[in-house]
């Protein structure tokens, strides 16, 4: 038997008070399509637990997990080895229990952890200071331009061909609300980047140029002109990096000028679970940090002059009034910063260069073969371990075809891009340390079968 605690008069109140005439009409913003009209056709209505468990599994063990052979996706989400000690620490209970500082004096371990954090974070990224994480990338790219839009005084934003879709995506669904403009649109197969064409299209109504770094593409450009462009205009340069563990081989965009620059951590001490929960990266130069979303932890001496730590800024809406905050993030992604934190200590500087030497190794003797398959050539000019394919064929039929012959072959850039047919044959590959050289030779024999 279900509780229902509200009465009708209750909901008729409640409604009442918000304008609104129905419970359907709060879901007025939600697209016809993807509203259900009726029961889910050939879904039982009630079934036993036992009986639901049983279906459940039988579904489950259709699944590939990443482990169970070559595994070659990317585009966002990338499969690294994480060690065993990085899951055995966050697990410890003064970790796995935490929440949110509200009483952060008493806090010391969770705040030390996140300005741990914040200075690995700021130093791979190339920045003066960086926040104690965000949700995930993409709503980090969002805060960031919102975050240009309050420094600026403008609202136009420039993003990049090269940006991830799901991330425009994101900005283009925040942007409705906000009146942000975003001028963007989709890459073509080509070995460079948009970001000349770029800086000849900054105006002075334009608060942010949004480049990622490598693209979704996996190309790589120099943005240290483009962050003079910017900076010219009065506009600021964000730099979005999905793969982190690239910036152990390549310069980061700090150091190229960027002003704010953000990103996904996942790719270091989260694995890919299913798609998140994962964690935001967000830094910027010191100038700005007043205007920077979410929570910034401090170290300082307590009244016995002992090290401590602080809260030191906290600009969220449930900190202060509502219309002086800067980000309406209730929390930061505390253990997967934690895990990222503890996997990033264990490779040390280092450790990181040569694990990014690795990936970068593999990925071109992966690029070496494949290019060898009659009719695929690879676009990529540079790269550092994905890289696109022009395949002879359309990309989204070949990876169900490889997929039916045991290979997770990469992310089609039709499924990414479904409206635009001149894509259609893109085929986005990554390539990690967790790749084998039988791995390739697999992924090179069955890509010239289905191919053939």
């Known amino acids: 038997m279900r509780y229902l605690p509200l009465t009708p008069d209750d909901r008729a109140a409640m409604l009442a008070a918000v304008g609104a005439s129905s419970i359907d009409d709060l879901f007025a913003d939600v697209p016809a399509e993807a509203r259900l009209d009726g029961p889910i056709e050939g879904l039982p209505m009630h079934a036993s637990e036992l009986a639901v468990e049983r279906h459940m599994a039988a579904l489950a063990r259709q699944n590939r997990a990443a482990g169970d052979g070559p595994f070659f996706l990317g585009a966002g989400a990338y499969r690294h080895h994480v060690p065993a000690s990085v899951d055995h620490l966050i697990q410890r209970g003064e970790f796995l ?35 104690a994480s965000m949700y995930d990338g993409s ?44 001028v963007d649109g989709d890459p073509s197969l080509e070995a460079g980047t948009d970001w000349a064409a770029l800086a000849d299209s900054i105006d002075k109504e334009v608060s942010c140029v949004v480049v990622q770094y490598p693209d979704i593409l996996g190309r790589i450009d120099d943005m240290t002109k483009l962050a003079e462009a910017c900076q010219a205009a009065g506009a600021l340069l964000i730099a979005v990096v999905t793969e982190p563990v690239a910036l152990g081989l390549i310069k980061s965009p700090g150091e190229m000028g960027a002003d704010i620059v953000v990103g996904e951590g996942q790719a270091i001490g989260v694995g890919l679970q299913f798609g998140g929960p994962y964690v935001g990266l967000f830094a910027c130069k010191s100038k700005y940090v007043r205007q920077m979303p979410g929570r910034l932890c401090g170290e300082t001496v307590d009244a ?26 209730c929390t930061n992604a505390g253990l997967c910063a934690l895990a990222f934190s503890i996997h990033l200590t264990l490779l040390g500087e280092a450790g990181l260069r040569q694990l990014a030497a690795i990936n970068h190794g593999r990925a071109q003797a992966a690029a070496a073969e494949l290019a060898k398959v009659p009719g695929v050539s ?5 790269f550092f371990n994905e890289f696109t394919l022009r395949l002879p064929a359309d990309a989204r039929a070949t990876v169900h075809k490889l997929a039916e012959k045991g ?23 990554a390539v990690t ?20």
Not at 107 to 131: K, P
Not at 145 to 154: D, Y
Not at 408 to 423: A, I, T
Request: glycine fraction near 8%; aromatic fraction near 6%.
């Open 304 to 329: 016995n002059g002992k090290r401590g730590f602080v809260l030191t800024l906290s600009t969220r809406e449930q900190h202060i009034r509502r219309e002086k905050a800067t980000s309406n993030i």
């Open 378 to 382: 690879v676009m990529n000019d540079s």
């Open 139 to 182: 709503t980090a790219c969002w805060e960031a331009i919102v975050m240009a839009r309050r420094i600026t005084k403008r609202s136009k934003a420039l993003l990049s061909n090269g940006l991830h879709p799901h991330y425009r995506s994101v900005a283009r669904t925040m942007a409705k609300y906000t009146g942000d403009v975003l």
């Open 97 to 131: 229990t935490a929440y949110t500082p509200y009483q952060p004096e008493i806090a010391q371990g969770t705040l030390q952890m996140l300005f741990e954090f914040q200075s690995q974070v700021a130093r791979l990224l190339g920045t003066d200071v960086a926040n």
């Open 433 to 452: 340390e967790t790749v084998t050289e039988d791995d390739i030779a697999a992924f090179a024999a069955a890509l010239k079968e289905v191919l053939a």
């Open 407 to 429: 290979v997770l072959g990469g992310v089609s850039l039709g499924r990414l891009y479904p409206e635009n047919d001149g894509l259609a044959n893109g085929l986005v590959v």
